[in-house]
């Protein structure tokens, strides 16, 4: 009856990143349905007991997915990048320090699936799109760049690059 119900609620929680307290989590439901569509959401059971340890998790989960968001993005690319890290013990420990949690897999597919689970529940969306991670990673290595040149441009450059550029070019 429970997983009828969570199915049948399926949009309740959109965004796992978003949620900050406990009273967003009781607004969905009670514990044990909030705790099944979490869990189905991300793919991965928890092994929690209480409100305060679920908000702990999908909020440590949320920090640790979109604080390595380029490097799980890469994995996902490609499978065999996933395999680079090693053995299936090796790249599962890996994985599972990026995310901040025990990845319970048992196959590369498996891993990758569960994965690729997490990182949809609790990225950003506008993240995960490889265009947007490249002009971020372009315009944080021309802050980087112009820093060593002894241009200070703050991380988040109000002007555009074209703009920096013939403020300082030599005339």
Known sequence: MQKQFIHNTNS??????????I??????????????HVEEKIGVSLNVNDWDQLL????NLSFSVNKNIEKLTFF??????????????????????LVSFPMTARSWERLESQLKTI????????????SVIFEKNKIRNFVNSSR???????????LKMADVINKYRVH
């Open 148 to 158: 060593l040149e002894g241009i200070q441009i703050s991380d988040i450059p109000i």
């Open 56 to 59: 702990k998790t999908i909020n």
């Open 119 to 130: 990182v949809l529940a609790f990225s950003h969306h506008e993240l995960t799109d490889k």
């Open 76 to 97: 996902l690319t490609d499978n065999k990048h996933l395999k680079e890290l090693g053995s299936f013990p090796e790249a599962k420990r890996i994985i599972s320090q």
């Open 23 to 36: 009273e967003t989590l009781k607004s969905f439901g009670t514990y044990a349905e909030v705790k099944i």
């Open 12 to 21: 309740k929680i959109l965004d796992l990143d978003k949620i900050k307290d």
